[in-house]
């Protein structure tokens, strides 16, 4: 089974609000066994939505309608939904009654206007929205079943799961749908792509695809089959292959991120990690304190932006700072060390470098940044070069996934 | 003109990100005097993106293609775009080379698989893409023009102000736009939609909108007329007025953020700032060294995260932390009076709060956070009190802002 799902809304194609019901909707549907085929946002255009309305109709078995339905005169989702399906718009009797007791309840006089919003199509059915005045709307059309559906996402998300995840379940039993999404670090996606090659093949089951978000590579694998143990198994399966063919670059799935994953290893072993910032100025404690309950193996950073800050804070020598630079590897070196000894953690993290755009030279390039890691056994140091595609917030980003992936490596045991 | 925005990937059309270019499109559009009549999300199916190419162009001015440029098997924008135009693909000799050129730069062999990054149809034009390996494409269709650009969100936004703005604002000339947005910081927006309500009332030129972001609101006027003076003139006296009406909540404009405003303010002042971080865990000196320069007036950060850490770095009395909590007015001023005297800077600012979800009670709830500033004259505290509706990391997001805005209000001589 497909779904389009239409926005309504010129606050939408105007750019000043995201669609996020759409990502929503689109997760729901997937559970319920329902796949989006299109994601379609109009403006307040009777024309548009009409024609939009019934491009899907021929098209999908499901059409999911959010917006439009308030009680304003550019709220047109009614309208383009009775000329799509040639049918009628009638009042219906309870909805109009839930919008009369609704101002009842709330002490105000009814606004006629809102008497607009209890006209369906004819043959229709009215979705009582418990949460506003906005009823929704479920219409049949051929094979097609539609429902419109209120634009503000707590009145959406709550008519669609007493109304239409059910009826979906149950429409869909058969064509069971199953998701996982594995995340890397430390590898190009056209290098995983390689290594995938033999599952990316287009039309298999499951899908693999792939996907860069700010030098994390995720991998997507999608099955589809008759019942939820036959695609569990499927997927679950490719899941293992992907594991076994990427190694060690998997840090994570689903809801999993660096700093979480780290934090959680910090806790199964009951240690400690402190942080001796330069160029990233304070972003790499902020991710690690992005988790809650980071207070448990997270103790302090250090923010040292100045040289003075480095020698004052950190202890390191003056004079390694004047022969090497502050970005160089053995300031790092001496930071991360100064930082685990006065913070008397188990782990230090330090990152130096030329976020850039300014203070870059031919030495020492815009992009370089060298990062340290202390621990019992001394400091490891590495350099990194980004090149000139990414900026000051992506360089900064990088260093700062950079690092945490080389703790997590660290608390692995694996190679660094 | 009007313009249709096509984003091609399965991973918004199953829901696991949102489409966030689409929504900075629609806005840059409406900028350059292209309205957008639809946004369509799908996904890696060379039929379905096809198909949407088609309808689009036999629609529309404009058609804007995002994502599918990977160098993976699942990027099929190349293919869809050759088929919508019924021309072949050729391989563009200076992308091919600029593909080669980054894998140099990088130290890396280059896979294969990225010289399909450099297929275009025959008769289009490659956008060079300077922050990545997929370069844009732009064709022509009869009289509609099509652009493809990377689906990397930085990617994406340096090749549409490269490239595809100028011509477009060109092509719209004769219907002049023109836009201002003003950022404020410390209201609600419903109190400013109070304030601007004479404004507001639709149907008016220019139009003007509020919009949330993150406790931010913004009010976007945008003006439509027959000459760019004209326009101009009309929305700079609304933005006169608004500044009126709203006073100092108004901190900027355009791409003015607060750590910029902020930064820009201490550096004409000659003045210097440090920071003292336990729930805000390192976010406002990441703030502050957001902006590239800010070595000149940010000095150090310090994320005393642990009590020892408070009572080690900053000198906070141990009595006070037994006495009150960490989590009290009296620790974030001795916080941020002992970050400032350690610091050696003329401000400092400190956060010290619960983030929750865990760790509240019922005297401290999740979201109490008091923010400290010291200055030569001593030192000002302010309790937070952020309700139920916010998790984590809006909290940590609202104590940063509201820190960072009361520095700015100090630095002006503002009522703080």
Known sequence: MEADIIAVGTELTCG????????WLSQRLLEAGVAVRRQITVGDRLDDVRESIERSLGAVDVVLLTGGLGPTQDDLTREALSAALGRPLESDRASEEHIRAFFRSI?????????????????AMALAN???????????????????????????????DRYVA??????????????????????????????????????????????????????????????????RRLVDADADRIRALL????????????????????????????????????????????????????????????????????GVPR?????????????????????????GSDYALSATGIAGPTGGSADKPVGLVYIGLADANGCAVCELRF??????????DRACKTALNLLRRRLYGMRT
């Open 16 to 23: 000043a609000v995201a669609n996020t019901n759409a990502v």
């Open 107 to 123: 002490g105000r006089p009814m606004p006629e206007a809102n008497l607009r919003q209890a006209m369906i199509p004819a043959g």
């Open 130 to 160: 418990a949460w506003g005045t906005a009823p929704g709307i479920r219409a049949e059309a051929g094979q097609a079943v539609i429902y419109a559906l209120p634009g503000v996402p707590r009145e959406m998300r709550e008519t669609f």
């Open 166 to 231: 059910p009826e979906l379940r149950e429409r869909a039993s058969g064509a069971a749908v199953a998701v996982r999404v594995l995340h890397t670090y430390g590898l190009g996606e056209s290098i995983i792509g390689q290594h995938l090659s033999d599952l990316m093949t287009p039309g298999r089951n499951p899908s693999v695809g792939t996907q860069a978000s700010e030098g994390q590579i995720s991998v997507r694998v999608i099955g589809r089959g008759a019942s939820p143990e036959e695609v």
């Open 247 to 314: 190694g060690d670059v998997v840090f994570g799935e689903g809801d999993d991120t660096l700093p979480l994953v780290v934090g959680r290893r910090l806790t199964e072993l009951g240690r400690t990690v402190a942080t001796a910032e330069s160029c990233t100025g304070g972003l790499i404690a902020k991710s690690l304190t992005d988790v809650s309950g980071s207070s448990a193996y997270f103790l302090r950073g250090y923010v040292t932006y100045s040289n003075e800050s480095k020698i004052d804070l950190l």
């Open 319 to 343: 004079e390694l700072i004047q022969s090497h630079g502050a970005v160089s590897g053995p300031v790092a070196e001496a930071m991360a060390a100064g930082c685990r000894s006065r913070a």
């Open 387 to 396: 090149g000139a595609h990414l900026n000051r917030e992506a360089i900064r």
